[in-house]
């Protein structure tokens, strides 16, 4: 008996022994499996970081283009307001104008009837009229 006894004890150790082998074999696969997710969760969240930093600075500039267009909204309007200026005075200038016509053809029509011999000719009697008056007047100084 016990040869038998032995024998049952040996099955026992041996089964005990390959249990640690297997226990030990799936812990190192537990840790080695445990490692490699810690790897791809670190990799996942620096990823992660990586797309978040990128959506911050597309939206930054994403900000800053609203900001251009938003200040060229406001020049092109100042632009409309000048134009706009502009054609009310070209309009007003040329209701001035169109208003005034007759008055500016019959001025232009007096300059057109002086007779320039003539009144060149009324200057030079009254310089010789006057030069002999300022040459007495002259003496008395």
């Excluded at 812990?27 to 445990?34: E, G, S, T, Y």
């Excluded at 200026?85 to 200038?93: L, P």
């Amino acid at each position: 008996m016990d040869n038998q006894s032995n024998q049952a004890y040996m099955d026992d150790h041996t089964l005990l022994a390959e249990m640690l082998r297997t226990e030990k074999r799936v812990l190192r696969h537990a840790r080695i499996a445990n490692l490699i997710s810690l790897v791809l969760v670190v990799v996942l969240l620096g990823s992660l970081l990586a797309v978040v930093l990128r959506v911050g600075g597309m939206a930054k500039q994403a900000q800053e283009a609203l900001k251009n267009f938003d200040t060229f909204v406001e020049t092109a309007e100042q632009a409309q307001d000048t134009l706009e200026d502009m054609d009310s005075f070209i309009r007003n200038a040329n209701r001035l104008l169109t208003d005034n016509m007759d008055e500016l053809t019959e001025a232009v029509g007096k300059l057109n009837s002086l007779d320039i011999d003539t009144l060149n000719q009324a200057i030079q009697n009254l310089y010789n009229v006057i030069t002999p008056l300022a040459n007495f007047f002259g003496q008395f100084r």
